[in-house]
């Protein structure tokens, strides 16, 4: 597969940017590793018509993201597509990474956004922000999701959000389990830690670990 690696901090991807810019886009690609990157932007608190965004995918697969640093983004990682298909985004392994401020009151804010995914995992990421709207959103007919043992800082909304609005956008499938949440909500009506607000079926919210990896 193909590689896209660095030194850490030293290896540093950066716009100057404030709107509609993507660091790394990835569309209708696979087996790809991105790793050891600083992903840095130039987004400020406003509302941009268009987000900047650290790694946007769309109908991509098999996408291992790791030991990365993203900083000063509307989105950090976004993974979207039109519609719920087998073309979605899937089998993405988000793990082991530092997210940190994501401002952005409207079209940004958020660590991790998901919406029409597929067999993903969020696990052992460091998302101290602050996060001007969620470190975690899930959406749109998401599927077979884990989001597992990962530390949540200040999020001015919910830290882990499950947000379905129609009937044939459910999610399905979801495991949240053992992670540390600051959860405090700037806005008294959304401070919570994990906000779970229409159709959500089959998952589990638990503390502990199930030895659960994948959803092959």
């Known amino acids: 597969g193909t590689q896209i690696t660095g030194q850490g901090q030293l290896s540093i991807i950066s716009t100057a ?11 209708g690609t696979s087996d790809i590793r991105i790793s050891n990157m600083k992903f840095e932007g130039n987004a400020t608190g406003t509302d941009p018509a268009n987000p900047v965004r650290g ?15 993203f900083d000063n983004l509307n989105y950090h990682v976004h993974l979207t597509d039109n519609t719920v298909s087998a073309s979605n985004n899937n089998h993405f392994n988000i793990h082991d990474n530092y997210f940190l401020s994501a401002p952005g009151p409207v079209n940004g804010g958020y660590g991790i956004l998901l919406v029409r995914c597929f067999r993903n995992n969020i696990d052992n990421n460091v998302m101290s922000g602050p996060f001007d709207r969620h470190a975690v959103y899930v959406s749109a007919g ?5 989001v597992r043992g990962n530390n949540v800082g200040t999020s001015s909304l919910a830290a882990i959000t499950f947000n379905v609005q129609n009937a044939s956008d459910e999610v399905y499938d979801v495991i949240v389990d053992g992670n540390n949440l600051k959860g405090d909500g700037v ?10 607000t229409g159709q959500v079926r089959h998952s589990i919210i638990s503390n ?6 994948d959803w092959e």
């Open 17 to 27: 940017a404030v709107s509609n810019f993507n660091l790394l886009y990835l569309n």
């Open 208 to 213: 502990y670990f199930h030895g659960y990896r």
């Open 142 to 146: 998401t599927r077979g999701t884990v």
């Open 55 to 69: 790694i946007y995918a769309y109908q991509s697969s098999y996408v291992e993201i790791d030991s990365n640093t």
């Open 187 to 196: 806005l008294a009506s959304f401070a919570h830690g994990i906000s779970v």
